[in-house]
């Protein structure tokens, strides 16, 4: 079984995945998308998508400051820039901390000097439910998306980050269309089909909680369950102890202004950005598609694999 499962993986790559990252053009048609991308379950960039969006010439730190300044965001706050990942034996997660966010573009301006790393990336909606105010800047939704699912969005996030922060790599079962407004968002991206050689292990949750004395320390929560994630920075990977990891493909790109990302449900991705990027992402739930309990399957594989 082991090893016909990665002849799959392999069969993959050799039959219909990418190199690269495809750019389109323009906005596609719905069911062409569908057909070409959705369907095959294939990532691209997606060029003069976004670009007609107010947002992109009018969110400056001026017109933020004015428009949101005193509202009061969630922020996560880390000693070294992950957030959501695993340190050590524990799988730990940022300190959430309330912050005006005129306080959050001093830092990010280097205004004022604070211990630790900051990032505007509360994943609930955050855009509609704590910036409002900010969406006639930008479309509620992505109109051929939407048509192609057969569906709204179900979250859309505002994402706001200092160079050292960085998302560890991971999975969502959202179809994703990620809009860059300012910056750069760096990815590295790895099919569903690589699972078999991407390490995962049980860990403890934990967060992360700044002491009086300015330092971080890691508090447990002992009440939660244990959180299955992935180990390995792909940034560095420690091939000795993950020496599977040598047969996956990942796939690198580079998402700039205006452009928009189609990052499909249950692709891995690790995420870099340029100081103080701004993004915005659009949600579509997609778990109990066909395509999603066909990998899922391909996961319980895996994992049956794992513990023989």
Known sequence: MEDRVREFSQEAHDLYL???VPYLAEPPDPLEFYRNWIGPNKPCIIRNACSHWPALSRWTPEYLREKVGSKVISVAVTPNGYADAVN??????????????????????GKVSRRGVFYVQKQCSNLLQELPELTDDLEPHIPWMSTALGKFPDAVNFWLGETNAITSMHKDHYENLYCVISGEKNFILLPPTDRPFIPYGVYQPAVY???DDGEFEVVDQSDSEKVPWIPLDPLDPDLEKYPQYRRAQPVRCSVKAGEMLYLPSLWFHHVQQSHGCIAVNFWYDMEYDIKYNYFQLLESLCEVIRST
């Open 209 to 211: 909680r700044q002491r």
């Open 18 to 20: 990418n190199q690269s």
């Open 88 to 109: 050590g034996d524990r799988f730990v997660m940022p300190e959430e901390r309330q912050m005006s966010f005129s306080s959050v573009l001093d830092i990010m301006e």
